[in-house]
């Protein structure tokens, strides 16, 4: 498919050059039917001089009329039509009067009174000018429209924005309770070497958050990044008990999805399936291309949803004196995120698989781009298998 080598800017853009390329339009279709008219009625080529100052003329009295225009096209109604109705016999006038004087000159012995040829050229000039006033209150008004409409999804996309960047930020504060109560726990114990090194990993997570925009898109493989960051973390709490395997299809690698999508789902699934069970479990998390849409799940080896104890997989949890307590987050998040970011192109699942545990599948159109997010810097990136 061919590429034009230049981008098409709308004819609107500029408003001034719209306004005298349409003048220049217009006024010279009108003197080319005029110069027509006068060639088929057999009139001299010098009649031709007499059209063009009636060109001359008229666009000239449209100038004047786009000024008062500009001045009443914003007023109220009964301003803007009262002093047009008022404006536009007077400027049909002036115009005839011109037209009529200048064809006396030209044309000294003709029978015919100043009356009759202004009343002659009244009717004509009358439909020049009416329809030039219709256009222009006609295209302005349009313009005028289009410039709410952009407006209004101007504030749309920035309250959807908003919402957006509420949602992710809703995570920080339940990753970062979790977080500092083990490190707190850490240095009750005194020990201090585990704790800098999740004080170092928790600055690196947070410093790749902020780095990344909260509405913005991310590539799988620095999903993945952040993902193995912040199991990195976790592992320091769980050790062996939290295992986890990543099957990511290459191609998938550079598709995009919103930044810190999957930690909540990551997170849910260590609440509720390694924390409950004294072996642990076993986290996967699978990304692959299903015809135009980017497949993600996000499945463990617990008990799966109605084996839960005591607990809602659909809520996220922080700790209070190191007691979980429901926040409202987790699942429910995700959902809203992604029917803010797509509508409704998008899959949002739970389910339990054959073999047990619990999964949740995603669905999200296939988009990439050359130049994504910035990685995690390489000193902060995990050294975790899977």
Known sequence: MAVLPFRPTPFFANKNRAFWRLQAVGWGGAMLLRVMSSLANEQPLS????????????????????????????????????????????????????????????????????AQLFIGVFFFDATLLGAWSALYYAINFFLQIEEQNDQLLRLENQATQAQLAMLRYQLNPHFLFNTLNSISTLVLLKQTEPANAMLSRLSSFLRYTLVNEPTGRVTVAQ??????????????????????????DPLTEGALLPSLLLQPLVENAIKYAVSTQEAGAEITIAAQLVGPNLRIIVSDTGPGLQNT???????????????????GVGLANIRDRLAQAYGEEHRFETMEPPEGGFAVLIEIPFERREAAAPAIPAEARPALAG
Do not use: C, H
């Open 47 to 114: 009649f031709l001089v007499l059209v063009l100052i009636e060109t001359i003329t008229g666009f000239s009295i449209s100038l004047i009329l786009a000024v008062i225009y500009r001045q009443l096209i914003n007023r109220r109604p009964i301003v803007t039509w009262g002093v047009t109705a008022l404006v536009l016999p007077f400027a049909v006038a002036l115009y005839a009067f011109i037209d009529a004087w200048v064809i006396g000159l030209y044309r000294s012995d003709t029978a015919a009174s100043f």
């Open 223 to 248: 999903e993945v990044e952040t993902l193995k960051l912040y199991l990195d973390i976790e592992r320091m709490r769980f050790e062996e008990r939290l295992r986890t395997a990543f099957r990511i």
């Open 309 to 327: 104890p005591g607990g809602n997989r659909f809520a996220g949890v922080t700790f209070d004196g190191g007691e979980p307590v429901s926040t």
